[in-house]
């Protein structure tokens, strides 16, 4: 699957991008913001993404341009229950703190809740992230009443929270890209 939209592009996780996507994990900026901290190694990863459930996890590679900056996804996905948990790494720091996140969040955002029809999604972050717990809290998301630990809190929002949050920002980046939308599915 391709997303194209806002200037960025999402593209299926492939078995070519899993060395790049393994370093960026891997760097400390990255790995310890994550629940599982160990250094991964090749084989770990190969399996990882061998034991991937097609049906229940979409990962993407988020491109700008030419150049692939890192990766988001959208995790345990219930069609039943309509819901999923997303996330997010930038593995290219020179974009870490660009528009770039925002606008591959936004965009698997409009596709779990538009595509997918999902109602609700799901972050776990860790407590002492407080730049990634106010970056989702501008997306719409709430704490949620459930939590499993003190070093991760889970935040949720439902598609009326996320339209609701984001209206301006969305409006104004579909008319800057008014023509810069391409959703291409391999069913």
Same mark, same amino acid.
């Given at each position: ?9 999402? &593209?299926?996780?492939?078995? #070519? /991008? ?41 990962? $993407? ?15 345990? +996905? /219930? ?5 999923? #948990?997303?996330?997010?790494? @930038?593995?290219? @720091? ?16 409009? %596709?779990? $809740?538009? #595509? ?7 972050? !776990? +972050?860790?407590?002492?992230?407080r730049k990634a717990i106010l970056f989702n809290e501008a997306?719409?998301? !709430? ?8 070093? $991760? ?7 009326? &929270? ?6 301006? +920002?969305?409006?104004? %980046?579909?008319?800057?890209?008014? /023509? /810069?939308?391409?959703? @291409?599915?391999?069913?």
């Amino acid at each position: 699957m391709q997303l194209v939209k806002y200037g960025i592009t999402l &593209q299926t996780l492939t078995h #070519e /991008d899993l060395e790049m996507v393994r370093h960026w994990r891997n760097q400390d900026r990255v790995r310890l913001n994550m629940e599982f901290q160990e250094v991964i190694d090749a084989e770990a990863q190969q399996v990882w993404f061998k034991n991937l459930k097609k049906s229940s996890h979409l990962y $993407f590679i988020i491109t700008k341009g030419q150049e692939k900056i890192g990766v988001v996804n959208l995790k345990n +996905i /219930d069609l039943e229950n309509a819901c999923a #948990e997303a996330g997010i790494f @930038i593995g290219e @720091i020179a974009h870490l703190n660009s528009l770039s996140p925002l606008l591959a969040t936004v965009s698997i955002m409009e %596709l779990a $809740f538009g #595509e997918l029809r999902l109602k609700t999604l799901l972050a !776990k +972050i860790a407590s002492d992230n407080r730049k990634a717990i106010l970056f989702n809290e501008a997306l719409g998301y !709430k704490k949620s009443g459930v939590q499993t630990s003190d070093k $991760f809190l889970y935040y949720q929002v439902t598609a009326d &929270q996320f339209t609701e949050a984001t209206k301006t +920002i969305r409006s104004t %980046l579909n008319k800057l890209t008014a /023509d /810069d939308y391409t959703l @291409i599915t391999n069913a």
